[in-house]
């Protein structure tokens, strides 16, 4: 089977998005499928039309002119568009795989009529609800209501529709999809690549400034602000009231970083509050096995709610507990008091009271633990996750082979 996979970014960009991109096509590849993968022109200037990273091979689109609003989608779309035709063309995919934005969707429709191969979309995080939870456009104002119109209009049009989670399913069949035309492909972890050590490497630890015996508190992630990292590192006064030697890790970078690194020196909290940076992803286990209880304060909006993240699943893996926020993609993921400890979303004081109840129960932990690898380890692994889309490709070729 050959699979032509367009994207919006890939590695070597670091994020959510590109780290499960890679798990999929290991996955896939392992099977024996052909896989070929385009990413667009939010990848950004690249050095070569087609690079290989962590040994895989992705096809590049031409950088074109910026443009205003629309314009610039536009041509991004156009670009996407023609190089993505010329692949197709001359590889004769089985099928079209456009994930998330619509960006990348509307091009492999495009393309897909042209040269009568089906189309699958699967969608990570709707378009509208990305845009407004960066901050890049307003809840319910035109441009949030044009994409919203595009990204229901291409699924109606695909052969098939993929998601990372039940929230968007069944926004989608709120929209009037079919429940038989959505598949949740959901998010998970290579579970050999999480491994509890049981011990900090103390050389790390001496070069991030924690003390050997401090407790430490974690966030591994980007800094988005839906994160709401702000609201952990405002908790933390009261946190050191209970445990005055406890310190704040967070790994990781975004577009929030310098606005924390600031609210952080306001508050008095230098030197209790580390960041780490971002790290390779084959380096992250050596930051976790330094976090004693992993915090997620994600806020509550339409993105948060419907979306389920990846880093919770990380810390399953790795054996480490958490906390995090009641929204809706934590309670997807997250069984409060079995897998982790959930807090009402947005609440200070209900943050400080999970966490130092977590912190002064240590007891708790070891079950919580097992239950947490036990479900990565049984449900949340990327070969169900393919196995999931594997059926769907398998039958959409059967139909193509059967009208042709």
């Known amino acids: 089977m050959r699979i032509l996979h367009v994207l919006d970014h890939s590695l070597p960009l670091h994020s959510g998005y590109a780290f499960r991109t890679a798990a999929i096509l290991r996955e896939q590849q392992m099977r024996g499928w052909e896989t070929l993968h385009?990413?667009?022109?939010?990848?950004?200037?690249?050095?070569a039309a087609c690079e290989?990273?962590?040994?895989?091979?992705?096809?590049?689109?031409?950088?074109p002119p910026a443009g205003s609003?629309?314009?610039?989608?536009?041509?991004?779309?156009?670009?996407?568009?023609?190089?993505?035709?010329?692949?197709a063309a001359a590889h004769r995919p089985d099928l079209i795989h456009a994930h998330s934005p619509v960006l990348t969707a509307i091009p492999a429709l495009w393309v897909g009529k042209k040269l009568a191969i089906p189309v699958v979309y699967e969608i990570r995080a709707f378009w509208e609800d990305a845009a407004a939870g960066h901050g890049t456009a307003r809840t319910g104002g035109p441009r949030y209501r044009l994409t919203r119109w595009l990204e229901t209009s291409v699924a109606r049009r695909v052969a098939h529709v993929f998601t990372i989670c039940e929230g968007l399913r069944a926004d989608l069949i709120e929209r009037g999809i079919a429940g038989e035309h959505v598949t949740v492909v959901p998010n998970a972890v290579d579970v050999t690549r999480f491994r509890r050590t049981g011990k900090a490497d103390p050389g790390l630890r001496h070069r991030l400034g924690l003390d050997a015996a401090a407790a430490v508190l974690g966030f591994v992630g980007s800094f988005y602000a839906y994160e709401g990292i702000d609201l952990l590192i405002d908790a933390l006064p009261g946190l050191l009231v209970a445990h005055p030697g406890l310190r704040l890790l967070l790994v990781g970078g975004g577009p929030q970083e310098e606005n924390l690194r600031a609210h952080a020196a306001g508050l008095g909290l230098a030197g209790k509050v580390i960041f780490a940076g971002r790290v390779p992803q084959g380096e992250v286990g050596r930051y976790y096995e330094q976090i004693d209880l992993l915090v997620y304060p994600?806020?509550?909006?339409?993105?948060?709610?419907?979306?389920?993240?990846?880093?919770?699943?990380?810390?399953?893996?790795?054996?480490?507990?958490l906390v995090a926020s009641d929204v809706g993609g934590h309670r997807e993921l997250i069984r409060d008091g079995e897998t982790g400890r959930l807090f009402k979303a947005g609440d200070v004081g209900a943050l400080v009271a999970a966490t130092i109840d977590m912190l002064e129960h240590r007891e708790r932990w070891p079950a919580m633990l097992q239950a947490g690898r036990?479900?990565?380890?049984k449900e949340r692994n990327w070969k169900n996750s393919v196995d999931a889309c594997g059926a769907i490709y398998a039958s959409l070729a059967r139909e193509r082979n059967k009208d042709g």
Do not use: N, Y
């Not at 385009?38 to 050095?47: E, H, M, V």
């Not at 036990?374 to 380890?377: G, L, P």
């Open 298 to 321: 994600r806020r509550s909006m339409r993105l948060t709610e419907l979306v389920t993240p990846l880093k919770p699943l990380e810390a399953m893996a790795q054996g480490r507990p």
């Open 52 to 63: 290989t990273v962590d040994g895989i091979e992705f096809h590049r689109s031409p950088l």
């Open 69 to 87: 609003v629309g314009i610039g989608e536009w041509r991004q779309i156009r670009s996407t568009a023609v190089r993505l035709l010329e692949l």
């Open 374 to 377: 036990r479900f990565v380890e």
């Open 38 to 47: 385009l990413t667009s022109p939010r990848q950004g200037r690249t050095a």
